[in-house]
């Protein structure tokens, strides 16, 4: 995953961990692990798919991001 991208697509939504985590379901604590890749934690694909189409990332551009 390409942290610095993501959190530069987040920065430039005005978007926090607590309020990506809203829209995609989960709790800040382990949006944050899952961006880190801690504890095991990957986003799913439905997951990917919200943040796709919050971010309106190209196909490419998640790939880019998130494989």
């Not at 995609?24 to 990957?42: M, V």
Request: with cysteine; charged share 30%.
């Amino acid at each position: 995953m390409d942290k610095l991208r993501f959190k530069s697509k987040m920065k430039l939504h005005d978007d926090t961990n607590a309020t990506l985590a809203a829209a995609i379901g989960c709790t800040p604590q382990r949006l944050s692990a899952k961006i880190n890749e801690t504890k095991g934690a990957e986003f799913t694909q439905g997951e990917i798919q919200k943040i796709k189409e919050r971010y309106c990332l190209s196909n490419d551009e998640a790939a880019d991001i998130f494989f």
